[in-house]
């Protein structure tokens, strides 16, 4: 009886390899044994099965790569499965990591000693920061080629964007982190594409490569954009996904953003009834995007007019690549130019422009919130649908419901690319009060429907018990697995006394202020923040840049705003006794936030990972001295004076 179960539920969801393509030790027989079934028996029922796993797999890798005879309806049903027993799902992972990176030079001096069963693992190996790793990924980067975080080569470094810190970090990357990309990309799309189905064209995509140099030994070191758009996999699994880039290969790894923006655009313009669905990285791109098309809309008119690329495109590769897709064409550039200056300020021009896109895609959440207005307004009538959840150590969640909105997008997190623990934020009572202590990291499948969590993710390129800095509710279940929504970072944070503010206590401020801004007819181009203990008491100072000039009276009302919208008790408390001093909004010079930008496009990073600083700190010199140097009015809160 136990051998015709097996049988039974070996189907097409099963994972039957691991990342680097060998069999299983234990596979779906793992899965679905009882507790009283010994470890022996498991595993010579999955050597039985495992070849017909293997054949299953290949065919839904086979129908992949092949989407005219694909419904994606396997990549569902292989999901569903995963959730169904996500805790069991977590269990494997782990001890996949272990077994692999059992020699790593990290577990053996925590003295692991091979063990890969979870309690062996809480108990040896601590809660970990990238400062923690920074020493033993240095030695990688340096040409250290013995196991030091994990039991094969790191292949490569990912740099994160540097936004925060000022600079960025070093991650370690191999090929485990590509697949979990491809394995994230066809997850979403098969649900995405059950709720908005795209037809065979192509996809506006704003991606950019980052530059790449080597470490010193030897590694490429890039974003980690850069390491997927590379990868072998990129483009067989954007063709299976029906994503196929309208821009050929030098735009997009083309050495300067500018004139890789500008023929995205181009690009876009000439596949415009091929165009399926605009993207990228991150909602702000896109904006970014629209705002240089309406500087740059006749020029674009003109070049698909008399079929010759405009002189600000200097680069001779991507120049060469151009001219093989660019051909005189009057009649559709009297119809853009016809359509651009029928648009009343710009509203709807991406549906004016691409008619047969389905949907606005990319990542919308956190930091991304501030700018889904100005995307509205581009997108018109177009959903938007917010990407998956990530970041530049790895994967995390999936989009499973695209039809949320993105303020309120959630994200089922994919048991089998890591290991992930919980950390419950906030106090806790016991006998004696309120009790600060960090609490113990819960698992998976123990977390609660309505509580705050910090992760500690555990992955298959060398970081165990890794914080990622990122505070999640729960929201609710996918089977077994938690829905997340990503809430805000918890290191940036306002605290000058007992105040703590985080980046979304001052995105609510900031939308506050723009009301006051929106009846004036301005909007708020970008915004940062900063504490100024140079002052005493020390202050908060908020940087705003505008579409336009507002009277001393609605700068004033903003700056008043913006102060009495922090609604920590903490910072009123210490306002109204003045242990804070009041807040100080500075009016930032258009294009300032462009010379931040391209300051850190200057250090090797790439625009589609790029992230304004909503905290910029005491180590950022160089953007605090941009955004100090750029101040053209300052104004000083009166709302608490008395």
């Known amino acids: 009886m136990r051998k015709r179960k097996i049988e039974e539920v070996s189907r097409p ?25 010994c470890v022996e028996e498991e595993k010579e029922e999955t050597k039985r099965i495992n070849y ?23 990549v569902i049903d292989k999901f569903e499965a995963l959730t169904k027993d996500a805790g069991r799902i977590q269990r494997e992972t782990l001890r996949r990591i272990l077994e692999e990176n059992s020699e790593a030079e990290y577990l053996r001096k925590l003295g692991l000693n091979g063990r890969t069963d979870a309690e062996s693992f809480k108990s040896c190996v601590p809660l970990a920061s990238h400062e923690d790793l ?43 982190l590509v697949k979990n990309t491809m394995q994230i990309y066809r997850t979403s799309f098969a649900y995405r594409n059950r709720e908005f189905p795209i037809g065979h064209g192509k996809a506006l ?22 390491n997927v758009y590379r990868s072998s996999q990129f483009k067989n699994t954007m063709k299976a996904i029906k994503s196929q880039i309208c821009s050929p290969d030098e735009v997009i790894f083309g050495p300067n953003f500018h004139q890789s923006l500008y023929c995205h655009l181009l690009c876009g313009l000439i596949y415009k009834d091929e165009v399926q669905f605009v993207f990228s990285t991150f909602a702000h791109s896109i904006v970014h995007a629209f705002r240089i098309f309406e500087e740059v809309w006749e020029e674009l008119c003109d070049d698909i007019r008399y079929g010759v690329l405009s002189s ?4 001779p590769s991507i120049r060469t690549a151009i001219s093989k897709i660019l051909n005189p064409n009057p009649e559709i550039a009297d119809l853009l130019s016809k359509k651009c200056t029928g648009l009343t300020n710009w509203y709807g021009v991406i549906p004016e422009l691409f008619p047969n896109a389905k949907y606005v895609y990319g990542i919308m959440t956190g930091s991304m919130e501030p700018y889904l207005k100005k995307l509205r307004h581009y997108a018109g009538d177009l959903p938007l649908l917010s990407a998956d959840y990530g970041s530049s150590e790895g994967w995390i969640a999936a989009n499973v419901n695209p039809r949320l909105p993105p303020e309120s997008a959630t994200f089922a997190v994919l048991p089998d690319i890591g290991y992930f623990e919980f ?6 009572l016991n006998d004696m009060g309120l009790d600060n202590t960090e609490p113990e990291p819960v698992g998976l499948t123990e977390v609660k429907v309505g509580q705050e969590y910090e992760i500690l993710f555990t992955n298959f390129a060398g970081l165990y018990r890794y914080r990622l800095g990122d505070v999640v509710k729960v929201t609710g279940f996918h089977n077994s697995t938690p829905e997340l929504q990503f809430m805000c970072r918890k ?75 922090f609604l920590d008790a903490g910072y009123i408390g210490s306002r109204k006794v003045k242990t804070i001093g009041s807040l100080e909004l500075r009016i930032l010079k258009k294009g300032t936030f462009q010379k931040i930008l391209d300051h850190y496009l200057g250090l090797g990073g790439a625009f589609s990972q790029y992230k304004t600083p909503r905290f910029v700190g005491p180590t950022n010199k160089t953007v605090l001295q941009i955004l100090c140097s750029n101040v053209i009015k300052t104004y000083f809160s009166t709302a608490y004076d008395q």
């Open 52 to 74: 017909q796993d293997r054949s299953l797999e290949m065919k839904s890798i086979n129908m992949l790569e092949k989407p005219d005879k694909c419904t994606h309806s396997m």
């Open 312 to 315: 600000r495109v200097t680069d």
């Open 205 to 226: 995509q704003f991606i950019y490569s980052s530059k790449q140099f080597k470490t010193k030994g030897g590694l490429a070191a890039g974003t980690a954009t850069t």
């Open 13 to 37: 969801q099963s994972k039957s390899r691991d990342f680097n393509g060998k069999p299983k030790s234990v596979s779906l027989s793992t899965i679905y044994s009882h507790h009283h079934v």
């Open 491 to 565: 290191n940036l944070l306002l605290n000058i006394n007992i105040d703590k503010n985080t980046e979304k206590d001052l995105q609510l401020a900031v939308e506050a202020a723009s009301k006051i801004l929106a009846e004036e007819k301005l909007e708020i181009i970008d915004f940062t923040s900063h504490v100024d203990l140079s002052a005493d008491p020390g202050r908060y100072v908020v940087f705003l840049e505008l579409s336009g000039d507002a009277n001393e009276e609605v700068l004033s009302d903003c700056c008043n705003c913006l102060d009495l919208s």
């Open 423 to 428: 950390i419950p934020l906030g106090g806790y």
């Open 134 to 176: 920074e020493s033993y990924i240095h030695r990688i980067a340096d040409g250290d080629l013995s196991p030091i975080l994990t039991g094969k080569p790191i292949t490569a470094i990912s740099l994160s964007s540097g936004t925060t810190q000022g600079k960025p970090k070093y991650v370690p990357f191999n090929d485990e």
